[in-house]
Nanobody
Framework: QVQLVESGGGLVQPGGSLRLSCAAS????????MGWFRQAPGRQREFVAR???????NYADSVKGRFTISRDNAKNTVYLQMNNLNAEDTAVYYC?????????WGQGTQVTVSS
């Protein structure tokens, strides 16, 4: 059974930083691309960042230069370092494990950017 558990969300002031983690189990982690998506109230879920099984990364334009995705295959964990946060980053952040047509999702972690 695939399980993805996100952590690290919370309340942060504008300009602040957070580091999200997603621990995976039930999959051969190194064979999956891992991604972060987010969904703000009243909006559709949107792509944030992705790292494939070779370690190649790509980002949404809105987070380039501020967010960094990384993975630790030894710990079956993917991270999202978020710097210089602003109110537009407020959302529930979801971790995804992706391989071909298969997609697996965590329950999400809330990130709120507010003064």
């Amino acid at each position: 059974q695939v399980q993805l558990v996100e952590s690290g969300g919370g309340l942060v002031q504008p300009g602040g930083s957070l580091r999200l983690s997603c621990a995976a189990s039930g999959i051969i982690f190194s064979r999956y691309a891992m991604g972060w998506f987010r969904q703000a109230p009243g909006r559709q879920r949107e792509f944030v960042a992705r790292v494939n099984d070779f370690g190649v990364t790509n980002y949404a334009d809105s987070v380039k230069g501020r967010f960094t995705i990384s993975r630790d295959n030894a710990k079956n964990t993917v991270y999202l370092q978020m710097n210089n946060l602003n109110a537009e980053d407020t959302a529930v952040y979801y971790c995804g494990a992706l391989r071909g047509p298969e997609s697996n999702w965590g329950q999400g972690t809330q990130v709120t950017v507010s003064s």
